[in-house]
């Protein structure tokens, strides 16, 4: 389904009126909103390829119709969140669910959408019908070497789709770990893991990055040999400059304090990028935004105002896996996706608003009642017109998920593809 810049613009029209009121307002309310205004403009959040069926849990998968039944639809996909809200232009494949079999075909086609390859994504955590070897019992830590060699082959493997697509990242995660007490040398499953992924670093590219992403369980529930950021921020100092942490939002234990992991992790230069979702219990892979969008904030107010080690300000957008890695069994995925972008630019832009040179002050002078006036007022205020502003500047759509129904997405892509489609992914 192509959607024109004619519809949109008529979209648009019929809600300028209530729009140009509350941005007015929102406009004299805000110092330096022009700036906020094109920071937005220029974030980008990559769709992952796996979130655009309906997820599936392990006690039902009940598909919504319409799905994208391969690569090529998914990146139609993709590239209608884009034209809606222009602030999804990046995909990020996950190997080997989404294989690129002609990938100048499918570059050409991303580039019609506007969309960019993102990190490439590899997948150890599952066997695949034609693989000789189990990951039963882990991939990269395996004590067989042939099963650690498999697993390192399938990472070269990724990377070398990712280079014929222009992805500049590698994101691997691991379900390594044990279940049981005594099953693991949790010595040797670290010292097997570092060496394989150091066989994968080396065959990254020059200008490549590799993002280890840490989860504290599931599916192994005793231990997790990337278990957390120390364990990831570890594996990423011994690989080298192009290894980072990449943090995903689902993965901690209840109640971490993820903002602060995030301000340490920019103070080491280590911080490689997100993957955004919400939860209330383990990784539920929620929404962005639809469970406790003040840590949400809290995260951005670290990424707008944190330095980099030489105190060089860090540039969202360059260089850093933004990514939503959300999905679940309910909702419509392309509106959840919209959400949960919709949730990240709130976010964004509230952090904006802080002044961290009165925050700053507030802390060193131990002003805390100020200094969470300061954070609060901030987390507070409705960014909503001016997220709105910046996406009607970008020729998106005042409303994303508003456009969607009007037009009926859903049913015209069931009539495309039919109501019995199932996109690969979890
Ligand atoms: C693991 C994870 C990881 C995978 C994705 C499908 O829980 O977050 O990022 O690649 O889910
Ligand atoms: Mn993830
Ligand atoms: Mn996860």
Redesign the pocket.
């Known amino acids: 389904m192509i959607i024109s810049q004619n519809i949109i613009d008529d979209h648009n029209a019929k809600q300028m009126a209530k729009h140009k009121t509350l941005f007015d307002f929102a406009k004299n309310e805000t110092e330096g909103v022009e700036k906020i205004i094109q920071r937005l403009i220029d974030f980008q959040v990559a769709i992952p390829s796996?979130a655009l069926g309906t997820g599936g849990t392990r006690f039902g998968r009940f598909p919504g119709g319409g799905e994208p039944r391969s690569l090529e639809e998914k990146i139609e996909d993709v590239g209608l969140l884009h034209k809606l809200n222009k602030t999804s232009g990046a995909i990020s494949l996950?190997i080997p669910w989404d294989i690129p079999t002609s990938p100048k075909e499918i570059q050409t086609l991303a580039a019609q959408h506007g969309l960019a390859f993102d990190a490439v994504?590899s997948n150890t955590f599952q066997d695949q019908p034609d693989q000789a070897l189990t990951y039963k019992f882990g991939s990269l830590q395996n004590v067989n070497k042939a099963i650690r060699k498999q697993a390192i082959d399938h990472n070269i493997e990724v990377i070398k789709h990712g280079i014929d697509l222009g992805s500049k990242s590698l994101?691997v995660?691991l379900s390594d770990g044990s279940c049981f007490p005594g099953q693991l040398n949790f010595r040797k499953a670290f010292e097997n893991t570092l060496e394989s992924l150091q066989e994968i670093y080396a065959a990254l590219p020059s200008d490549w990055k590799l993002f280890v992403?840490y989860?504290a369980f599931e599916p192994n529930f005793y231990s997790m040999t990337v278990g957390d950021w120390g364990q990831s921020h570890l594996y990423a100092s011994k690989l080298g400059e192009k290894a980072f942490t990449l943090v995903?939002l689902g993965?901690h234990l209840p109640n971490a304090n993820i903002e602060q992991i995030v301000s340490l992790l920019m103070m080491e230069g280590k911080l490689g990028g997100f993957?955004f979702n919400d939860s209330k219990y383990g990784?539920d892979d929620l929404t962005v935004g639809s469970i406790n969008p003040y840590q949400l904030f809290l995260i951005f107010n670290e990424l707008t105002h944190g330095t980099q080690p030489n105190n060089a300000p860090f540039e969202l957008g360059s260089g850093f896996g933004w990514m939503i890695?959300a999905s679940h069994n309910i909702k419509d995925p392309l509106e959840d996706l919209l959400q949960s972008v919709e949730a990240i630019m709130v976010a964004y832009a509230q952090s904006l608003l802080v002044d961290s040179k009165a925050l700053e002050d507030a802390r060193e002078s131990n002003d805390v009642v100020k200094a969470q006036e300061i954070i609060q007022a901030a987390y507070r205020t409705d960014v909503r017109p001016i997220v709105a502003e910046a996406r009607l500047r970008a020729g998106a759509a005042l409303s994303p998920i508003g456009i969607f129904r009007d037009l009926k997405v859903r049913n015209v892509l069931i009539g495309e593809r039919g109501l019995k489609t199932v996109a690969t992914g979890?």
Do not use: S
Request: glycine residues 0%.
């Open positions: 796996w996950h994504n994101t995660w992403e989860k995903d993965h993957h990784d890695d979890l």
